[in-house]
């Protein structure tokens, strides 16, 4: 059997799941993960990960064994069609896990506040249709397994970043005046969730976002300056042909701060604003100027 002290059960080896298992991987954590595609997880799996495979439309039974064995479980997976895959499958072996336990959620749970500071007691009241059912899996999870929420605003780092599309001529400067919000860095998510992990509180909830609301806008033309280009020329938000999805990511305004995350995990940021992390991600991409 696996250490109980230092096993993680992720449900969903997405962009945080990989690289929250990969540094706890590295501190003698036992993994066990789940994925739609666990052929792309064979070194992984070579180097002592129990990869399952898990989606919405093919619940794995053989899983139940393995949350038996985790001390501490996470789930990063988003709602499908309304509901929340992982507790539409196994809600019933799941009230009876005893461990720390996670759920990912996102900051659109809160309401359009162009004004002033959101925080944790904010009350939640998502103006969009994929905001309430992200608050609806986390009164589930709560409900379920007494679980800590993570909050988080847009998240960026190596690979999902300004850059890339800036070299490829696909980035955009969407113009709508005003709309602001906050980002953060995969780092930072992943020192929160372990410093969480390390101070456990049932059913906190925590806002995982960067201490500089800024708008799409200035971040495109920060990174653009960054690799010596000329950013591209801007849209107004009226008449960019957006998908339904990212016209709701303009809907709401919010600023985003946090009252636990001091006072509670005295955690400090590495990159406490998009210009800090951004610039901290320039080397990856100096061989492409």
């Not at 969480?196 to 200035?218: E, H, K, V, W, Y």
Request: net charge positive; proline share 8%; glycine share 6%.
């Amino acid at each position: 059997m696996a250490d109980q002290k230092k096993t993680l059960f992720i449900f969903g080896l997405g962009y945080v799941g990989q690289h929250l298992a990969h540094l706890l991987s590295l501190s003698g954590w036992q993994i066990i993960a789940t994925t739609r595609s666990p052929e792309r997880f064979a070194r992984q799996a070579e180097q002592g990960w129990i990869i399952l495979p898990f989606s919405s439309d093919a619940p794995n039974l053989n899983i139940l064994p393995h949350l038996d064995r985790a001390s501490h479980l996470l789930s990063t997976i988003g709602p499908v069609e309304g509901h929340d895959p992982v507790l539409a499958a196994y809600d019933r072996p799941l009230k009876s896990f005893a461990g720390w336990t996670g759920y990912l959620s996102a900051t659109s749970v809160y309401p359009d506040q162009p004004e002033g500071w959101i925080d944790e007691d904010t009350p939640p009241a998502p103006p969009t249709l994929r905001g309430k059912t992200r608050l609806l899996a986390e009164q589930h999870w709560q409900d379920i397994c007494q679980a800590e929420i993570f909050r988080i605003a847009g998240i960026y780092g190596p690979g999902r970043n300004p850059f890339a599309a800036l070299h490829a001529g696909t980035a955009r400067i969407i113009e709508k005046p005003g709309h602001l919000f906050n980002r953060i860095h995969l780092s930072d998510i992943c020192q929160i969730v372990q410093a969480a992990m390390a101070r456990p509180r049932s059913r906190r909830i925590l806002n995982l976002a960067d201490q500089q609301p800024a708008s799409q806008a200035d971040v495109i033309r920060f990174a653009a300056r960054l690799l010596g280009i000329t950013p591209p020329e801007p849209v107004a938000f009226d008449k960019a042909d957006l998908s339904e999805m990212a016209r709701s990511f303009y809907m709401a305004q919010r600023k985003i701060t946090s009252k636990h995350l001091k006072t509670e995990l005295a955690y400090r940021f590495s990159y406490p604003d998009y210009k800090a992390g951004l610039t901290a991600l320039v080397p990856e991409h100096s061989n492409k100027i």
